[in-house]
């Protein structure tokens, strides 16, 4: 416990805050991070799903209109857990879950979190905060020396895999507490086991606890990681019934009504164009009635899973009003990436029927055409590096430090930015060394002049690469590509160039008319991904990614 007034000195890093803190003023910390869950879905963003906890965190806090992922759900979530790249902690494409040893797989794709980092819990530890976590972890494989509670939790409670069941979780995706298997899970709510109830409602036990230390309570950090909305669509019967009929218009009319709601709000600007819908999505009036009637209870039920998430994650917020704790609670809130397009075009199964256990994990799920309308304005999806894979919702909520009707904040921000930010409200020292082992530096910024109105005077550009798409954003130009080559490689990277505040949705491609622009970006990259790892990469991906992408 720190001294009622002392005070602390902040580390310089990036562009770091220079205002002291005292120990009294630190803030408690909830980062909520959601699954798959797209740039409109949600109201504050431009969509119609029911979500009034989040409107009011939206309101009375500051929306970012270009926050970058990395791409997917592992590499996402290792770079915000550490603040680094991900194939700088050794997640550079998926974890190793069940993959075995493969003294083929370079260090940067070993599939587990390595020692070169240290995560937000670990740093936030160090300076005196207790650390919770409740949801999808989806950084290690079976060594539970990269699980939660030798990560830095005080407590944990869910899912060490990527997706689950929602209702019956099996195999290796079931729940843990602590670093012991929950072989009969159970949530305090009166509805059948569902695992956003659950994790929601262990992030209310371990703060409820937390407070019953009344005034000897330190400040805390809790990240809640729920699994929803990504696939399997299952939602609660009640939240199904809310929703039924809601999408028979369809994913075109979806889509406009949105992309008009964004305008309105001033989240886009008007002489933004709709990105066209995705040249593999049929024309919604091109179906005959039976697959309209198959399809739309898909979007409903996606629709129903995020009204869930928004009413548990208002259940949180009011522990926090319970206990006078809300005031000085910065609540950061994201997605991991853009809606997924992957399993299906239409969508395939039936949120009803296919709740049995051990169904298929990707029945079931809404395809591409509704993730079309989760991105909208933007084209692409989960996995690419265009807005729409890359480009989600983030909402900071923090009363004593962010003025109500705040709106937007339009520099981009990303990823990296949230250990800086950390280390920042915390006064935390960010480690050159942890346990022996050399820490790698951060790149990113904080994010604290964003919540006092000021620029966050980014110095060097933003990098991602996953799956072999990339890009590079500098101030008004964003540079991306698909099928990504090593410098070295026989197949030539096709980038595409954008002035991005001006053409947000990606649609003039301004490559030819640019080319020394193209190779300044370019160059950046390259040098960026030498840096972090990207290459070399394992053999048997380079290939199957560059064979897809012929």
Not at 378 to 404: D, S, V
Not at 459 to 486: C, D, M, T, Y
Request: aromatic share 10%.
């Amino acid at each position: 416990m720190f001294p009622s007034r002392f005070y602390l000195c902040l580390l310089c890093v990036g562009g770091f805050s220079t205002l002291t803190i005292a120990a009294e003023d630190r803030p408690n910390i909830l980062l909520i991070m959601v699954d798959d869950m797209g740039f409109s879905d949600i109201a504050p963003y431009g969509g119609e799903i029911d979500t009034p906890n989040l409107d009011k965190l939206a309101k009375n806090g500051l929306r970012f209109t270009q926050f970058y992922n990395s791409g997917r759900c592992c590499p996402t979530r290792a770079t915000l857990l550490t603040g680094l790249h991900p194939h700088q902690v050794g997640i550079g494409h998926m974890t190793g879950e069940n993959r075995g040893q493969d003294a083929d797989i370079p260090a940067a794709y070993a599939g587990n979190i390595n020692n070169s980092c240290v995560t937000l819990a670990q740093v936030a530890k160090s300076a005196g905060y207790a650390t919770f976590m409740a949801g999808k972890w989806h950084l290690a494989g079976n060594d539970q020396a990269d699980w939660p509670l030798q990560r830095g939790f005080d407590q944990y409670y869910g899912c060490i895999a990527g997706a689950t069941h929602h209702f019956e979780p099996y195999d290796w995706r079931i729940m843990y507490n602590g670093n012991n298997a929950d072989p009969m899970p159970q949530s305090t709510s009166d509805r059948p086991f569902y695992t956003t109830d659950a994790f929601a409602d262990h992030a209310i036990g371990y703060l409820n606890e937390h407070f019953e230390q009344g005034a000897e309570a330190p400040p805390f950090f809790l990240y809640l990681a729920f699994t929803a909305p990504h696939w399997p669509l299952h939602a609660h019967d009640e939240e199904l019934d809310k929703y039924a009929g809601k999408y028979a218009g369809g994913w075109d009319q979806a889509r406009e009504e949105r992309y008009h709601r964004q305008i309105a709000s001033g989240l886009i600007p008007a002489s933004w164009s709709l990105s066209p819908r995705d040249p593999d999505v049929p024309a919604w009036d091109s179906l005959d009635e039976m697959q309209q009637q198959k399809s739309a209870p898909l979007m409903s039920a996606f629709a129903a899973m995020v009204d869930r998430i928004d009413q548990k994650i208002g259940d949180v917020i009011q522990t926090l009003e319970n206990h006078h704790a809300l005031d000085n609670t910065l609540i950061l809130f994201l997605s991991d990436n853009g809606g997924c397009a992957e399993a299906s075009l239409m969508g395939t199964g039936d949120p009803v029927t296919d709740r049995a256990p051990n169904t298929p994990l990707t029945k079931p799920s809404y395809g591409k055409a509704w993730a079309n309308v989760s991105n909208t304005p933007y084209r692409l999806f989960k996995h690419f590096a265009h807005q729409g894979g890359t480009n989600t919702p983030f909402i900071a909520h923090w009363p004593q430090r962010i003025e109500k009707g705040r709106d937007w904040f339009r520099e981009p921000a990303q990823l990296i930015d949230i250990m800086a930010t950390l280390v920042d409200v915390t006064g935390a020292r960010y480690p050159s060394e942890f346990g022996g082992q050399k820490i790698l530096p951060l790149d990113g910024v904080s994010l604290v002049p964003a919540f006092e109105g000021n620029s966050l005077n980014r110095q060097q550009p933003l990098f991602i690469e996953h799956e072999n798409n990339a890009f590079v954003r500098n101030n008004e130009w964003k540079l991306v590509g698909r099928g990504v080559s090593p410098p070295a490689g026989l197949k030539q990277q096709q980038w595409e160039l954008y002035k991005i505040v001006e053409d947000g949705t990606e649609l003039n491609n301004l490559a030819s008319e640019y080319p020394e622009k193209v190779k300044e970006l370019s160059d950046q990259w390259q040098a960026w991904a030498a840096r972090v790892g990207v290459y070399p990469k394992p053999q048997r991906r380079r290939a199957a990614a560059q064979n897809e992408s012929e």
